[in-house]
């Protein structure tokens, strides 16, 4: 039974780039959920999204940062023209029926 | 919103000492409550839970307590390891929410 999976582990863009991160949730799990984690710091919450739906953004930045989970496929958390305050390490989560988050391995983003 | 405040934010201690690491939460409706470790690098790998409808909870040589009056819980860490050396996370879920607020994380190291 594969974990949260999430790709790619480690991306590098350019001031000004796009960045797509992606996340397949554990079998049989419908709940996802994406945090950031800058150096030395703890995770933030960003968003939670069920298929198709996103149920609390509250944590999103209100520019550049979207995020989906369409009813095939990953959930895609999506950063456009970022800047060097975008490294981190970008996490998902996943659950079922109860509230039990395991997490992914993450993304770490580096912005040169 | 919810806040999640973490002591100490490093810990140091002897081979087969306990470790004790404490978390206060602002919402009286949060109710539940995961404890996180993460060694460098990698994922944030759950330890231990405990709902608000329970007062402790133990597993082998790791306990949780909770105290919904005064709105805080503890880690205990009992005959202690050099691998239980991590960064160590308690959370809360904010009532209402499947969101996970973070505290600030304890750096446990663990001295031979």
């Known amino acids: 039974n594969a974990g949260v999976m999430q790709n790619p582990r480690h991306l590098v863009r350019r001031r000004g780039q796009e960045a797509r991160l992606r996340c397949s949730p554990m079998k049989g799990h419908s709940h996802v959920y994406w945090y950031r984690q800058l150096p030395e710091e703890g995770l933030k919450f960003m968003v939670y999204l069920q298929k198709e739906n996103i149920i609390d953004e509250s944590g999103m930045p209100k520019e550049r940062f979207s995020a989906e989970f369409p009813k095939e496929g990953p959930s895609i958390l999506r950063i456009q023209q970022v800047v060097r305050g975008d490294s981190a390490a970008y996490f998902c989560a996943s659950s079922g029926s109860e509230e039990t988050q395991y997490f992914g391995p993450g993304t770490r983003l580096l912005v040169l | 919103g919810e806040n999640v405040e973490q002591h100490p934010s490093t810990l140091s201690v002897q081979e087969g000492d306990s470790a004790v690491i404490k978390c206060t939460y602002s919402?009286?409706?949060?109710?539940?409550f995961p404890w996180y470790k993460q060694e460098l690098g990698k994922r944030p790998q759950l330890i231990i839970d405990i709902r608000s409808n329970v007062g402790e909870k133990k597993d082998q040589r790791i306990a949780v307590t909770l105290n919904k009056t005064a709105k805080h819980f503890s880690l205990h860490i009992t005959e202690t390891q050099p691998e239980d050396s991590a960064v160590y996370f308690c959370?809360?879920?904010?009532?209402?929410?499947?969101?996970?607020?973070f505290g600030q994380g304890t750096r446990l190291t663990i001295n031979p």
């Open positions: 959370a809360a879920t904010p009532g209402g929410a499947q969101k996970l607020v």
């Open positions: 919402d009286s409706a949060s109710n539940y």
